[in-house]
């Protein structure tokens, strides 16, 4: 089967760190660009951050509101993606999807959805 | 950062309905437009890609339209599993960038 599916989620303190994990399969992993978005409680969905696959470098886009806190990275060998979460704050609480980015020439767009893990940041 | 607005924030209507949603850009974005359904309690799925391509798997009610800045989501009579939230993104230009979403209730 097709899918994606987050960890590591959890209850965090201001200030921390927390390091999510979503491992794929069902598709070649290593072919593929992987996105983070999230979803604070009842709000939309806000774009986190795209990695590419080893032919583009390996190269790394982010949400600008991030401000250089979060680090996402992958693991081809393992299948699996991940996003390092520095100095947290109530405002990243959220569920966060991890999606795989397919394109159609040079439209893009998110055609694998996991189920998401939730992240809490309270004291 | 490119804004994307989405009307209404919320509608009403009844099964069998020819509903249409509407997604504004701040800028122009040509087709770079990709729309999305969430179930409560469920991830997104992907409906439409490059604007008006449907994804595979998706019902043929589900069309999509527009260019440049304006765009619409159009379900052509509505069923009972198309109520939900949608969230169109535009894809142009990073940061990549989702509309507020239209929740789509059963009057």
């Known amino acids: 089967e097709v899918q994606v599916v987050e960890s590591g989620g959890g209850l965090v303190q201001p200030g921390g760190s927390l390091r999510l994990s979503c491992a794929a399969s069902?598709?070649?992993?290593?072919?593929?660009?992987m996105d983070w978005v999230r979803q604070a409680p009842g709000k939309g969905l806000e774009w986190v951050g795209r990695?590419?696959?080893?032919?583009?470098?390996?190269?790394?886009e982010y949400a600008a509101s991030l401000k250089g806190r979060f680090t996402i990275s992958r693991d081809d060998a393992k299948n699996s993606l991940f996003v390092q979460m520095n100095s947290l704050t109530a405002e990243d609480t959220a569920v966060y999807y991890c999606?795989?980015?397919?394109?159609?020439?040079?439209?893009?767009?998110?055609?694998?959805w996991g189920r998401g893990t939730l992240v809490t940041v309270s004291s | 950062d490119i804004q994307m607005t989405q009307s209404p924030s919320s509608l009403s209507a009844s099964v069998g309905d020819r509903v249409t949603i509407s997604c504004r850009a701040s800028?122009?974005?040509?087709?770079?437009l990709n729309w999305y359904q969430q179930k409560s309690g469920h991830a997104p799925k992907l409906l439409l890609y490059?604007?008006?391509s449907l994804q595979s798997g998706v019902p043929s009610r589900f069309s999509g339209s527009g260019s440049g800045t304006d765009f619409s989501l159009t379900i052509s009579s509505l069923q009972p599993e198309d109520f939900a939230t949608y969230y169109c993104?535009?894809?142009?230009?990073?940061?990549?960038?989702f509309g507020g979403g239209t929740k789509v209730e059963i009057k």
């Open positions: 999606t795989r980015s397919r394109n159609w020439g040079t439209y893009w767009f998110f055609d694998l």
């Open positions: 069902g598709f070649t992993f290593s072919d593929h660009y």
């Open positions: 990695i590419r696959n080893k032919d583009n470098g390996y190269t790394t």
């Open positions: 800028q122009s974005i040509g087709n770079y």
């Open positions: 490059a604007a008006s």
């Open positions: 993104q535009q894809s142009y230009t990073f940061p990549l960038t």
